[in-house]
C-alpha cells in the first residue's frame, strides 16, 4: 500500500520548511520562511543547515507574522547566517487517527480536534477544527467508537459526533457524553472488538485502566495489584494494542521502565504477565549422569528454571528442560539415560517483557513486530515456544487454608488438565511467598498426575511451572487430605 506524505502547512503536525534568511541582532535571530507557516509562539523549532553552527539547534520561538520568528541565540555568529538552512516544527499531535463518515480526525495536545476534507485525507483546512473544552487539560489520544470520537484528555474523556456542521468542523460534542476519567498515557490507548482500553487516571485515585463498550458503558477493570505497577511506573515507554487468538480476547499494554507486560483477558476477566526469554551465555557442563548435570562454573539457574542442553550423546538428553536446582554448579533433570558425552552446553535464560510491540491482522494471520530487529512473528496457538525460545509458565494460587488456622495434612495434590507427554514441576509455601519447598516433577501424561506425601500446613500456596514444547491446558488442582 503506498503512503503519501502530508505536506499541507495546515495538518496539525510537525514540517519542514525552508528559510530564506536568518539575521541577528544582538541576542534575537530573526527567520524568515519561503512560505507561510504555521507555527505558534512557545513551539519549539530545530534550525539546521547553518554554516554559522550558533544558529543550528532547537529554540523555543515567538512568532511574529505568518513568515517569521524569533529565538534567542548565543554567542555572535555572523549576520546573515549562511548555508542551506530549514526549520522543522509545528504542532504536537496526540497517538491515534480516526476515519469516520468521509473525514479524517486527529487532535494535538491541547485537546483541538482537526479534520481533513470529505474524502480527502491530503486536505486541511486551518479553521476545520472543534476543541474539546469540557474540562482543562491538555490532550493525551483520540480514538473511535462506535460512531463517536473520543477525546482522551489528562483528567477528562469527552465525545464527539458527526453533526454534519456547514462550515468548520463536522463535529459537535456529545452535551452528556463526558466523563472525569483521563488518560494518563496516549500510547496505552488500544481498541478490540469495539472495545477501547487506555491507562487512566483521576484526580482522586490516580491510575488505573479502564474499558469502554460503546460509550455509555464505562468502567475499571484494573485490580489494586495492577494499580500499583502503573502508578509506580513513569510510563516513558509503552507499547499497547488488542490480539484475539484462540477464543481469547486480550488487551496487552508493556511498560518497558517497569520491565513488565500485563494481559488482560476479556473471556475470563483475569489479568496475567506476558515475558519474552533472553538466553544467556552458555556454560560448559563437565559432566551428566542419570540426569545429574555438573558445570564448569557457576549456571546461574534457579529452581525450576529452563535451560537448554546441546551437544549430549545420548540425544535424549538434548533439549529445554526444566533444573532442579542442587548447588550453583549441579542441578538435576528430570530425565535419566545414563553418562553422557560429547562436548555439551547447558544455555540458560533472562525474562524480560514481552518484546512484540505491533500487531495486525492481515490474510487470516496474526503477525506481531518485533521492537528491535523489525522482524514479523505469527502468533499461533498450535505453537508452543516463542520464536524458538522455550516459553516459561508460572502458575501462582491464591492462599488456601480452609478458613481455620488449625493445622492440616495433605496427602496428596493432583493436576486436573488434558493429558500431554510432559511433565510440570509443583512446589508450595506455608508462609504467604516468602519461602518454598523445592520443585517436584509431575507426569502430566500419568493416569493420575499427582504428588503424595506434601506434608502439614495452616495456610499454603502453590506454584506450578512449565516450559516444555507441548500444548499445557490445566483446569485446577484437586488435594486431598
Not at 496474526?366 to 508460572?394: C, F, K, M, R, T
Amino acid at each position: 500500500m503506498p503512503l503519501t506524505l502530508i505536506t499541507d502547512t495546515d495538518y496539525p503536525g510537525k514540517h519542514t520548511y525552508a528559510v530564506t534568511s536568518i539575521t541577528r541582532s544582538g541576542t534575537i535571530a530573526t527567520v524568515t520562511t519561503t512560505a507561510t507557516n504555521a507555527l505558534s509562539s512557545g513551539q519549539t523549532v530545530t534550525i539546521a543547515g547553518a554554516t554559522q553552527t550558533d544558529y543550528n539547534g532547537s529554540f523555543v520561538i515567538t512568532v511574529t507574522s505568518g513568515t517569521t520568528f524569533t529565538y534567542t541565540v548565543a554567542n555572535s555568529p555572523t549576520t546573515p547566517a549562511t548555508g542551506t538552512i530549514t526549520a522543522y516544527g509545528g504542532k504536537e499531535t496526540v497517538p491515534g487517527v480516526v476515519f469516520l463518515d468521509g473525514y479524517f480526525f486527529v487532535m494535538d495536545d491541547v485537546a483541538v480536534i482537526y479534520n481533513s476534507a470529505l474524502g480527502d485525507g491530503s486536505s486541511w483546512n486551518a479553521l476545520d477544527f472543534v476543541t474539546a473544552e469540557k474540562e482543562p487539560g491538555a490532550g493525551m489520544a483520540i480514538a473511535k467508537s462506535q460512531n463517536y470520537v473520543i477525546a482522551f484528555k489528562e483528567w477528562s474523556t469527552e465525545f464527539f459526533y458527526d453533526a454534519a456542521n456547514p462550515t468548520g468542523s463536522p463535529l459537535s460534542p456529545v452535551d452528556n457524553g463526558f466523563i472525569l476519567v483521563g488518560c494518563a498515557s496516549g500510547e496505552s490507548v488500544a481498541s478490540l472488538d469495539g472495545n477501547l482500553f487506555w491507562i487512566s487516571r483521576t484526580r482522586q485515585k490516580g491510575r488505573s485502566v479502564h474499558m469502554m463498550a460503546g460509550v455509555q458503558n464505562v468502567s475499571q477493570i484494573s485490580t489494586p495489584d495492577i494499580d500499583r505497577i502503573l502508578n509506580e511506573d513513569d510510563l516513558a515507554d509503552i507499547y499497547s494494542y488488542g490480539l484475539k487468538i484462540g477464543g481469547h480476547m486480550f488487551y496487552i499494554l508493556t511498560l518497558k521502565t517497569s520491565n513488565i507486560t500485563l494481559v488482560y483477558d476479556l473471556v475470563s476477566k483475569s489479568w496475567s504477565q506476558w515475558t519474552s526469554s533472553v538466553p544467556r551465555a552458555s556454560v560448559s557442563v563437565t559432566s551428566i549422569v542419570d540426569g545429574l548435570v555438573t558445570t564448569a562454573t557457576a549456571h546461574g539457574l534457579s529452581d525450576g528454571d529452563p535451560v537448554t542442553i546441546a551437544g549430549a550423546t545420548p540425544p535424549t538428553y538434548n533439549g529445554t528442560f526444566q533444573a532442579q536446582y542442587l548447588s550453583t554448579t549441579t542441578f538435576r533433570l528430570n530425565v535419566s539415560a545414563g553418562t553422557a558425552t560429547g562436548t555439551i552446553t547447558a544455555v540458560g535464560y533472562d525474562e524480560s517483557y514481552f518484546v512484540y510491540s505491533k500487531y495486525v491482522s492481515c490474510g487470516g494471520r496474526d503477525l506481531v513486530l518485533h521492537e528491535s530487529n523489525g522482524h514479523l512473528y505469527e502468533v499461533d496457538e498450535a505453537v508452543y515456544q516463542d520464536a524458538g525460545l522455550p516459553i516459561d509458565v508460572l502458575i501462582r494460587t491464591g492462599k488456601l487454608d480452609g478458613d481455620t488456622t488449625n493445622n492440616k495434612t495433605m496427602g496428596k495434590v493432583e493436576v486436573i488438565g488434558n493429558k500431554v507427554d510432559s511433565s510440570a514441576l509443583i512446589r508450595w509455601s506455608n508462609d504467604d511467598y516468602n519461602t518454598s519447598t523445592s520443585y517436584r516433577p509431575v507426569d502430566l501424561n500419568a493416569a493420575r498426575s499427582q504428588l503424595r506425601r506434601c506434608g502439614d500446613f495452616r495456610r499454603r500456596s502453590f506454584d506450578v511451572r512449565h516450559c516444555d514444547n507441548t500444548s499445557l491446558q490445566l483446569a485446577a488442582l484437586e488435594i486431598e487430605g
